[in-house]
């Protein structure tokens, strides 16, 4: 049995992403190179729920978990997290904040 096994919203073979300005990423909305994405996942394990398992994340305080237990990649590149912890108002759902470093165009987030 896996302590966490988390995964990516996916459309497809790509991550379903949100750009700074809330529009979904994609090929017409890409994220320009030193700009953030939003990504979503579940099965991140226990860790920063706070005692509050089964119950709506609250909108304060933010349930940040540690940065260095997830390792993004766009394409080739490491990402680098900026925040991960549990989104307000919704039940186990993680929400990472990358910063692109690279290149602007469509990659795949890993």
Not at 34 to 48: E, K, Q
Not at 82 to 106: D, K
């Amino acid at each position: 049995m896996q302590t966490a096994a988390p995964g990516l919203f996916m459309n497809g073979a790509a991550a379903i992403v949100q750009n700074s300005d809330f529009t979904l990423n994609d090929a017409t909305h890409p994220v320009a190179a030193g700009g953030t994405i939003v990504a979503y996942l579940t099965g991140s394990g226990a860790g920063f729920s706070g005692g509050r398992r089964r119950r709506a994340t609250p909108l304060s305080p933010l349930r940040r978990s540690p940065l260095s237990k997830f390792r993004p990649r766009i394409g080739s590149a490491d990402a680098k997290v900026s925040f991960a912890g549990l989104t307000a108002t919704f039940i186990g759902l993680v929400q990472l904040i990358l910063w692109c470093r690279g290149h602007p165009r469509r990659e795949r987030i890993r």
